[in-house]
């Protein structure tokens, strides 16, 4: 048969080598062999994460277990060691953000292992304050307002059931009371002009509401 059309007899090309393939016996993928590790390599293996750049970018905050026990570390962006900035050997401690405008940063702790957590600043020189002290309480930092000069805080100090909103000045660390929980609502999102609050109501892991 003499094929005239170009366009049919491509075609017919096609369809010949796609019937070669299918006739072909399907190709077996080669097998990889399963690596092994032993437990003293799980065991040592390391965690990092929660990091931050600081305010001129020349250092980052983060957290690791490397000492068996999760605590903050810094280190230089241009290459070089971290450097361990708190040392317990009995709580967890973790990194949470550089200061937006000096080297202070803020950091959690609880009190071994209670996963009571507060929230706590460190000076360049090493000095610490916790920010929510009291007992039986936990705390959290939500986020930094956009000119750095102020953060919001989650604790239930007030009332273990509830978490109300707090903000706190960057430089004092005076607080005042931004928000007080009645209902058991779980903090989303705090718009720029601090004039909007986003929350979500948990009523069970599969079921949320968004409060209107």
Same mark, same amino acid.
């Given at each position: ?99 937006? !405008?000096?080297? $202070?940063? &803020? @950091?959690?702790? #609880?009190?071994? +292992?209670?996963? *009571? ?54 430089? !004092?660390?005076? $607080?005042? &009371? @931004?928000?007080? #929980?009645?209902? +058991?609502?779980? *903090? ?25």
């Amino acid at each position: 048969m003499i094929v005239r059309n170009r366009r049919l007899a491509a075609a017919l090309l096609f369809a010949a080598a796609a019937a070669a393939a299918a006739a072909l016996p399907a190709a077996t993928p080669a097998k990889r062999p399963s690596r092994e590790y032993t437990i003293e390599q799980f065991l040592s293996t390391t965690a990092i994460n929660q990091a931050s750049f600081s305010f001129d970018g020349s250092k980052l905050l983060f957290s690791s277990n490397a000492t068996g026990i999760v605590n903050v570390y810094s280190i230089p962006t241009g290459g070089g060691d971290a450097v361990p900035l708190t040392k317990s050997d009995t709580a967890t401690t973790t990194s949470v953000s550089y200061f937006p !405008s000096d080297d $202070r940063f &803020l @950091f959690t702790r #609880d009190q071994g +292992g209670n996963e *009571l957590n507060h929230l706590f600043v460190q000076t360049p020189a090493g000095e610490e304050k916790d920010l929510t002290p009291g007992e039986k309480l936990k705390a959290a930092f939500k986020k930094w307002t956009r000119d750095g000069r102020a953060f919001y805080v989650r604790s239930n100090e007030r009332d273990a059931r509830f978490f109300d909103v707090y903000r706190y000045d960057a430089g !004092s660390y005076a $607080r005042t &009371l @931004f928000y007080q #929980d009645e209902v +058991g609502y779980d *903090l989303g999102d705090i718009s720029e002009d601090a004039k909007w609050i986003a929350f979500q109501k948990i009523n069970t892991t599969a079921d949320k509401d968004l409060p209107g």
